[in-house]
């Protein structure tokens, strides 16, 4: 081992490594490696960890490393006496990579890659990483809502490699698609309604091995007993909660059925196989509605056998968990759940101490009262580890947190509540999530955030700068390029956001987009994310962009075939022009969902995040203009996803008692957009609008982005 010092980074100029390492110590002077070197395995396990390594230095910078032991100038090596999250690189008349196992000595090897310089230089220096204060380093796709291409998870696991995240979790199932392909029970897969195929045994068998050579590992998510519609309509005789009234539930499985018990089990034996190299299982296990299940035979039958009184559905909720924990542990895994169930010291089912808990929301078991409590934490705080869409916290903000800190469910930053423990003992780490958004948004959205947690969790007393972080984040980014994305874009036009906006390339007036091949081949783009890739249009001139557009572009060579692709959505976000609802006085039926509040409808913002979100449906917002004004043109913009349709009635008043009926969609299917609708009708004076909300078609809520009223042109 080495005698290590954690060395000022004005001492090491031009040495950009994220995250920093723990213990560094540089030395004068550098290494020319040159683009033809050779690679040393000391154990056969390595020949793929060295392999990968010059995979990425060609197709980066165009050098032809080869494996071999004659003159080798990078070797590789284990050392057993590390564990498995150690490392150590040094670098003097050669390259020197040990670690404690194959995966430890890939970071070593990321390590390496950071540090090259386009010349294929590499200054002196040693260092040694213990990753294990935060052996869970992870970040989450949501594969089930909207479809993601085993393509671009690849790329997601090269963003986790370059910034040493250990874990890629795959969020497999939810109410729109089962994405996995149960041999046991194929009929799940045939009603999927997130655009696009669910996965292959064979494809995601390749995705594993393929993370296991770059020493990170897939872990998969099966969400039961909650977010389980696309069980439910697949299989309705075996998964459904039948006989309840008003409703059935839609989402939430039978389980105190001993069939979906034994359904549950076989599900995860296959996933335990297909994920060989995840030492845990992710059950999901939130957001479970219940609540009339008591009214169901199996439920009723499961009461008496278990002498539980009343509505005990809630007991019979926290003893599944506790089932499926016990079937996890027979595949010497371990179980994960998402903060879902609460405190409950007096309940007759307690969750297992041996789970560990993903803590989200801090809504339903404070994270603080959890540690107490004897549970181990994974810091996944929706602020400001959650990425939804256009909903992605800057980089500073991140850097600022660790991982101690729980923010609370917000869409404002400064007015977010937080949860921080006095120690990090009992927090094994962090993830980031990232939720709902198509494929073409992952690496743009989680390029900046990502590498300032994973710096926050791996070297959190390093006492380096934000500035710092910045500065050696311009080199690794643009090494990301270089290494995923086979077209480098370029945007003049963009917008400075500010310190409290989310991290999204927006445009107020117009945008140019130069694309530029990293790859030989023919450079190709569309401008229509869902197109299918033959129908690309070859590149030959900068676009010029006036409103939201998402770009797609990738290099094919001859056969017409493509690798990676680059992608990115600029958004066009105009002035404001404040109509007659803007800020004004709102009122609604009820059963508002906070921070979502009703005021977010009126504030002259098309932001999804700055919407008012209620449950169940039906509910109405109803805006009080101030005055009567004449009024011919009313825009409605219910929350977009583009699939989603919300039916409902728009209604105008003079004096709030007597109504008029202006705008009927109580049968529209029509998915919601960013255009909104536009209700017209003959001017009339207004003072009182009120929008009813009737339907979801995605689940029970209502959502309202904004609701504008504009006056009559004179």
Not at 233 to 247: D, N, S, V
Not at 391 to 401: D, G, L, M, R, T
Request: with cysteine.
């Amino acid at each position: 081992m080495l005698a290590l010092v954690v060395a000022s980074l004005s001492l090491v100029p031009g040495l950009n490594l994220i995250p920093w390492p723990q213990n560094f110590k540089p030395e004068k002077g550098s290494l020319n490696l040159g683009k033809a070197v050779t690679i040393s395995c000391a154990q056969p396990e390595l020949a793929a960890t060295a392999k990968v390594l010059a995979e990425e230095v060609e197709t980066a910078y165009g050098a032809n490393w080869k494996l071999g032991d004659k003159n080798a100038k990078i070797v590789l090596q284990t050392d057993p006496t590390l564990g498995p999250d150690s490392y150590g690189i040094r670098v003097d008349d050669r390259v020197t990579i040990w670690g404690g196992n194959a995966a430890a000595v890939a970071m070593g090897t990321a390590t390496l890659l950071q540090a090259l310089e386009p010349n294929l230089s590499i200054p002196k220096f040693a260092a040694t990483d213990f990753g294990a204060q935060s052996p869970y380093r992870g970040l989450m796709i949501d594969v089930a809502r909207k479809y993601h291409s085993i393509s671009v998870l690849k790329q997601c696991v090269e963003l986790c490699r370059l910034y040493k995240l250990r874990y890629l979790q795959l969020h497999l199932t939810d109410d729109q698609a089962f994405t996995f392909p149960s041999r046991a029970f194929p009929k799940l897969t045939t009603v999927n309604q997130h655009g696009g195929p669910s996965y292959t045994w064979d494809e995601l068998t390749d995705l594993v091995s393929y993370a296991e050579a770059r020493g990170v590992v897939i872990v998969p998510e099966m969400d039961v007993p909650g977010h389980s519609a696309a069980l439910i309509r697949a299989m309705p005789e075996l998964f459904k909660i039948t006989g309840t009234q008003p409703y059935e539930h839609h989402a939430t499985i039978n389980f105190a059925n001993p069939e979906v018990m034994a359904a549950v089990e076989t599900l995860i034996d296959e996933m335990c196989q297909v994920f060989r190299t995840s030492p845990y299982f992710h059950m999901g296990g939130d957001e479970a509605d219940y609540s009339l299940a008591d009214q169901n035979p199996e439920f009723q039958t499961a009461f008496k056998q278990l002498n539980l009184e009343g509505k005990a559905q809630h007991e019979l909720y926290r003893r599944f968990i506790s089932e499926v924990n016990d079937r996890v542990k027979k595949r010497n895994k371990q179980l994960i759940v998402w903060e879902g169930f609460g405190q409950e010291p007096n309940a007759r089912f307690q969750i297992p101490k041996d789970v560990l808990v993903m803590e989200f929301e801090s809504a339903y078991y404070l994270p603080t009262d959890l540690l107490h409590d004897g549970y181990t934490l994974i810091n996944a705080a929706w602020t400001p580890l959650y990425v939804v869409n256009q909903h992605v916290w800057p980089a500073k903000k991140v850097y600022e947190w660790d991982r101690r800190k729980f923010g609370r469910f917000s869409n404002l930053y400064p007015t977010t509540t937080w949860f921080e423990a006095p120690t990090s003992k009992g927090i094994i780490g962090a993830q980031a999530c990232s939720w709902e958004g198509p494929e073409w948004l992952e690496i743009t959205n989680l390029r900046r955030m990502v590498p300032a947690m994973a710096e926050r969790i791996w070297n959190p007393n390093a006492g380096l700068t934000y500035e710092d972080f910045a500065r050696r984040l311009t080199h690794t980014d643009d090494l990301l390029g270089k290494l995923i994305e086979p077209v480098q874009i370029t945007a003049e036009g963009i917008s400075q956001n500010g310190p409290d906006e989310f991290d999204i390339p927006r445009f107020a007036k117009t945008a140019k987009i130069t694309l530029k091949a990293r790859r030989p081949g023919e450079l190709r783009y569309t401008l229509d994310p869902l197109a299918q890739p033959e129908t690309w249009k070859p590149y030959q001139a900068p676009l010029t962009l006036t409103e939201t557009t998402t770009i797609r572009a990738a290099v094919f060579d001859r056969e017409g075939k493509r690798g990676f692709e680059t992608s990115q959505t600029f958004y066009f976000v105009p002035p404001k022009t404040p109509n007659l609802a803007t800020g004004k006085k709102v009122t609604v039926s009820g059963g508002t969902q906070a921070p979502q509040n009703p005021e977010l409808a009126v504030d002259d913002n098309l932001d999804l995040t700055s919407s008012w979100w209620a449950s169940p449906a039906p509910q109405w917002l109803q805006v009080d203009l101030g005055a009567n004004h004449q009024v011919d043109r009313i825009q409605v913009y219910p929350y977009w996803d583009g699939r989603r349709y919300y039916q409902y009635v728009v209604s105008v008043s003079q004096d709030g008692q007597t109504w008029t009926e202006v705008g009927d969609r109580r049968t529209n299917t029509t998915p919601a957009s960013n255009q909104g609708d536009e209700i017209k009708f003959p001017a009339r004076p207004i003072r009182y609008v009120r929008v009813t909300m009737l339907k979801n078609s995605a689940n029970e809520g209502v959502h309202l982005v904004e609701l504008k009223v504009w006056p009559t042109k004179s």
